[in-house]
């Protein structure tokens, strides 16, 4: 692996592998299709202890609390939506925690192919398995569930951002995965990760119940552009918040590449001085 | 040696293993410290908002909490090789201690200790001393309650780690179990009912890791010692059956994931 970014030239080179690592994930995913169904059951099974929770609040309705601004039909589907990001990401952090610690990542840096391209890539290719699938069980339990439907451009909006707000996912947990360079363990930073995502991303509740300060210090943080954005189409869905958390994604997608190159090449000067 | 003897020697080692690199150990206690005290600010931010849940207030979600936090910690302290259980079994691991006289499970449960199990379980008694006012009865009953709960957390891990015996994916979906069941184990018990209750005592036991023994806390009763004790034990007869099979299959040849 290089520990430079790749340069114009090689750049096409560069994607090319990444596809092939793209494809690679995705159907080896595909083919162990027993746990992408496994994976699917016991979404449903978070959404049933998660909505009880939550319909449980909504019931309460007690005057001069938050309880009265939920909406009607309880959050069942925007739970639905961010649990469907959230158990479609795939734990990056432990390949690269792994690979880090154990010193398998010596082989790959003598390749021509940069390692963390490909290794993004085939997670990438993991979670669009994961998130078809699990999207399917959502609908399924969304028919069943006999909830009220969103409207079709509201699922459009959740589609979009859904996919897009996944990936951020893959590059914040690669960021933690990086940790493996100065950490014997990743799972502190990753349990902080996740603290962020419930609190700042809207996985415990949606950031449009916070007030206004913390509501404004989420919105601009990545982990709403992970998870809280797409939830948000389900509550109030709208094209221009839509377009809004677009361009929040696209910002976070570069500015968390960028973190990832500088991490790695501090982390890979560490691991050729004989640090890590 | 004996079993008991072993694991002691073992766990001992993993410990010492963990406190060698100070820096390292300090920076993740003090993560892990800081990660609880996200989900305590969580729920305070919660409560503050919705005042109550099923009739549940801040107070008894914290008391909930430092339990569940002392049982999660305490587990990765001195059985802290449950954790990866399922990524040992995939990457062959269980080979060095096949041909070992020892019991595998005991050997794969002390074959780590986690660092930042420490900052769980400094949290969680702090979180107990300033939240359950208890008294000399009340210690022994939490002393209990963290015991059976720390049994039943294992066993409920060992299963889903012993997942990796049949499926190669299983590494990954069995955290994502266990992550979930510890999350749900710090929801107030109040919100399960129906098919919520079924799930939260069956498929993900988290009902029998946080729930079951801290209502033994909260309204100590011979009924309540039963359904944590019971639920705790039979738990571990899965965990047991579950791993003996896989392992089984394992001695035969069978590649994990195959």
Not at chain 2, 96 to 107: D, G
Not at chain 2, 136 to 162: E, K
């Amino acid at each position: 692996m290089r520990s430079s970014p790749p340069s114009g030239a090689n750049l096409l080179g560069t994607t090319r592998a990444a596809l092939a690592a793209y494809r690679v994930g995705l159907a080896s995913s595909l083919a162990a299709w027993p746990v992408l169904l496994g994976r699917a059951i016991f979404y449903g099974v978070c959404l049933t202890v998660l909505t009880a929770f939550w319909d449980k609040v909504g019931a309460a309705r007690l005057a001069g609390t938050l309880a009265t601004r939920l909406p009607p039909g309880g959050l069942g589907v925007y739970i639905g939506v961010t649990e469907w990001i959230t158990l479609s990401v795939t734990p990056i952090q432990l390949r690269l925690e792994d690979d880090i610690r154990s010193g398998a990542l010596e082989p790959h840096l003598l390749r021509p192919k940069p390692y963390l391209a490909q290794t993004i890539a085939t997670e990438a290719g993991n979670m669009t398995a994961r998130l078809g699938m699990i999207a399917l069980g959502a609908l399924l339990i969304l028919t069943v569930s006999g909830r009220v439907w969103p409207s079709p451009l509201a699922l459009a909006f959740v589609g979009v951002l859904g996919v897009i707000g996944g990936f951020i996912g893959i590059l914040l947990y690669c960021l933690v995965g990086l940790s493996a360079f100065w950490l014997r363990k990743v799972l502190p930073p990753l349990l902080i990760m996740q603290k962020l995502m419930f609190l700042l991303g809207g996985l415990f509740a949606p950031i449009s119940l916070y007030p206004p300060a913390l509501r404004a210090l989420a919105e601009a943080s990545p982990f709403a552009a992970h998870l809280g954005f797409a939830g948000l189409q389900i509550i109030a869905p709208s094209a221009s918040a839509f377009c809004f958390a677009l361009a929040l994604q696209a910002f976070w997608i570069l500015a968390l590449s960028g973190l990832i190159a500088l991490a790695w090449r501090a982390g890979l000067k560490r691991t050729l001085q004989g640090v890590v | 040696m004996g079993v008991a003897s072993t694991y002691v020697a073992q766990q001992r080692a993993a410990i010492r293993t963990s406190f060698a690199d100070r820096a390292n150990f300090g920076l993740q206690v003090g993560g892990m410290a800081v990660n609880n005290g996200f989900w305590l600010v969580l729920w305070w931010l919660f409560f503050a908002g919705f005042r109550q849940v099923g009739g549940w207030v801040l107070s008894d979600v914290a008391r909930l909490l430092g339990v569940v936090y002392v049982i999660f910690g305490a587990s990765g302290a001195f059985f802290g090789g449950y954790r990866d259980m399922a990524g040992a079994i995939l990457r062959g691991e269980l080979d060095a201690y096949l041909t070992q006289p020892k019991p595998v499970l005991s050997r794969m449960l002390a074959r780590d200790s986690i660092p930042s199990s420490w900052g769980d379980v400094g949290t969680g008694l702090i979180i107990l001393a300033f939240s359950a006012r208890l008294d000399l009865a009340g210690v022994g009953l939490v002393v209990a309650a963290i015991v059976i709960g720390m049994v039943a957390w294992l066993a409920t891990t060992i299963s889903f780690g012993s997942l990796a015996f049949w499926f190669a994916g299983a590494r990954s979906l069995s955290r994502d179990l266990a992550d979930f069941t510890l999350m749900i184990a710090t929801y107030p018990s109040s919100i399960y009912t129906g098919w919520a209750k079924i799930a939260a005592f069956t498929v993900l036991p988290a009902g029998f890791v946080g729930m079951a023994p801290v209502t033994l806390v909260r309204e100590p009763s011979p009924q309540a010692a039963a359904v944590a004790i019971g639920g705790a034990l039979g738990l571990s007869v899965v965990a047991t059956l579950l791993f003996s099979l896989g392992l089984s299959r394992y001695r035969k040849g069978a590649a994990p994931g195959s």
